[in-house]
């Protein structure tokens, strides 16, 4: 991850109010503490060591116990009075409490106590800078359904208590499996959760969607631990062995899909019109989407994938036709955004 | 990164010139004196470099003060007030540090990220441990906003009328809109602003995505009258009651979402379900992707909008 200076001056004056308050700390947890490398830790220390007040003899500079630093602790020996805190500038208080607030429209996290504590604290602290993040509001998702935020209690119940959990879930495809699952991660994009675990039916790491999941019990016994599996931090699944690439010409309403998905390329056709290319790993995936958004679809490639997205649309419009319900008056959309 | 190393140590050696300084110090004693400037080629270099700097330092919290001497009015000179950028006392418990540092990891992809986790690091610098508690495994990812953002805010926290480029997403087409900013808002992985259109007179939300360039100020600071919300926008409305006719077997998440409701309206072989919703456009698009799974029965609105997908959907093949 790249280190801006800034980010970089930032860090090392927190290392050095650290460092004042907590003398003889190992290097070791100082990096985890902050969530660094050590040797970025010791890079920032060799930094400070040479800094100081202009003149920059070795009574302006500031100063660490070399005794110290060479059986790999850290002890601060003089401060030059920089060993101050920082208080927040106005985004990053920002960005910090918009951030706790799209936590706490969470199922079961509204009303966490230290979640609020934790808000209220550094809405105390941040003082001025605070001011503007009222105006910055999240909304939870909606039609979580009262099931998926049981599930969220069980689930984390289950990561904390390290239990293994028995779910029956429904796949994209329609399929219903049972599953026993470590779980491992619940993760969100702030619209769906995804349970990541070790799937013992796969043999392997897998998300499952919280929506999805039928029915979720304790299976009774302890999770393994799984130290080998490296969890990744996005809820996009990997698309490098996406099996089909399709091309999707798209109507203006239809952009936020382009917004709204990885998509691997967007062309801007004429007449507002635009096309996106997407990595499909899962046709059943692509079937629901471009369903539901037929209206804006113009185009589909390739052609099977195509054809079998008509098949589908003809045969639930056989259904409607066979149940005498497809003669549902024409209604207009709903005005559109903006 | 080669360069940027020199530049973090520069700007800790201006941080500490400039709160130690008695009074001020002037931009030549700056060049003179605080280390990596002295090797500024040109004047020009000089003061662009330190101008940025400066920039930079604001924008981290560490104020930069102007400080001009009464009896040279050209002689300007520069210092940071410590007792100006200190963090207030505060004490964050392991647990509560644990939460910041699982909130200091939600933003993906934009400034937010960055902000975030500069805003935790100094709440670590005076904190203890964290203990990741009750939160352990959890972990939110949203894409932050985008661009146009930080000028909106601070539009909205300057109550000044702005004006952009939009993207209208029915048509496509750009114009110029503006808009007297209220909020701002996250739904759906996206972001928002609403305001007061000033053209179509009215409130308005528009997706911050489809703003192309950027925001300009117009007006006058102080003049936006901001109405009181306590609600999250938009407003939530009363839920619709949707019966689904399932086929067997099929369609199991919907199931799980909804309970069973027999009736005399339901359709030979399948199985009739009952349930809520917020949003029926939303559940419309949900519904025309079971495909034959699914039949609406009620309300008649719903059951339009899915057939219109897929009478839409049923031309794509080639065939019509």
Known sequence: ?338 | MADRVPAAERLLDLVIALTHTRHRMTKAEIRASVNGYTDAASDEAFDRMFERDKDQLRALGLPVVTLTDSAHEDDVGYRIDTAEYELPPVEFTPAEIGVLSLAAQVWQDSSFAADSRRGLTKLRAVSDAADPGRFAGLSLRVRGPDAAFADLLEAIEDRITVRFTYRAASTGSTEARTVQPWRLFAKDRGWYLVGYDMAREGKRQFRLSRIVGRVRRVGRPGEVQIPESSQTEPAESEPTVVRLAVAPERASALRARGEPAPGEDGIDGRETYRLETADTERLAEELAGYGDAVVVLDPPELRAAVLRRLRAAATLGGEG
């Open chain 1, 1 to 338: 991850m790249a280190q801006s200076a800034g980010d970089r001056v930032v860090q090392m004056l927190a290392l050095i109010t650290y460092l004042d308050a907590h003398p003889g700390v190992p290097v070791e947890q100082v990096a985890e503490h902050f969530g660094i490398s050590t040797g970025r830790v010791l890079q920032d220390v060799s930094t400070l060591w040479v800094s100081g007040t202009p003149g920059y003899l070795p009574d302006d500079l500031i100063d660490f116990s070399a005794d110290d630093r060479e059986r790999n602790i850290l002890t601060l020996t003089q401060a030059r009075g920089m060993n101050r805190p920082l208080r927040l500038g106005a985004q990053e208080a920002v960005a910090l409490l918009t951030a706790l607030r799209s936590l706490q429209v969470t199922p079961g996290l509204a009303t966490d106590p230290v979640l609020t504590s934790a808000m209220d604290k550094l809405t105390e602290a941040a003082g001025a800078a605070a001011r503007s993040a009222q105006a910055v509001q999240v909304a939870g998702p909606d039609d979580t359904g009262e099931q998926v935020a049981e599930h969220l209690t069980t689930v984390r119940a289950a990561i904390a208590d390290q239990q293994r959990l028995h779910l029956r879930y429904v796949s994209a495809a329609d399929v219903v499996s049972e599953r026993d699952v470590d779980p491992l991660q619940l993760l969100t994009d702030g619209t769906r959760w995804l349970l990541v675990g070790w799937c013992y039916r796969a043999q392997d790491v897998r998300q499952f969607r919280l929506d999805r999941i039928l029915e979720l019990t304790e299976a009774g016994a302890p999770a393994a631990a799984h130290p080998d599996v490296a969890l990744s931090a996005d809820t996009e699944p990997e698309l490098t062995e996406a099996p089909w690439q399709v091309r999707l010409v798209l109507a203006s309403p239809a952009r936020w899909v382009a917004e709204q998905y990885p998509v691997t390329a967007v062309q801007d056709l004429e007449d507002a019109r635009f096309a996106v290319d997407l990595a499909v790993l899962d046709l059943a995936w692509l079937h629901h989407l471009v369903l539901g958004i037929a209206e804006d679809v113009l185009a589909v490639e390739p052609a099977d994938v195509a054809t079998g997205i008509a098949d589908r649309a003809r045969a639930a419009l056989e259904a409607y036709r066979a149940a005498g319900l497809d003669d549902a008056d024409e209604t207009d959309p709903p005005p559109p955004l903006g």
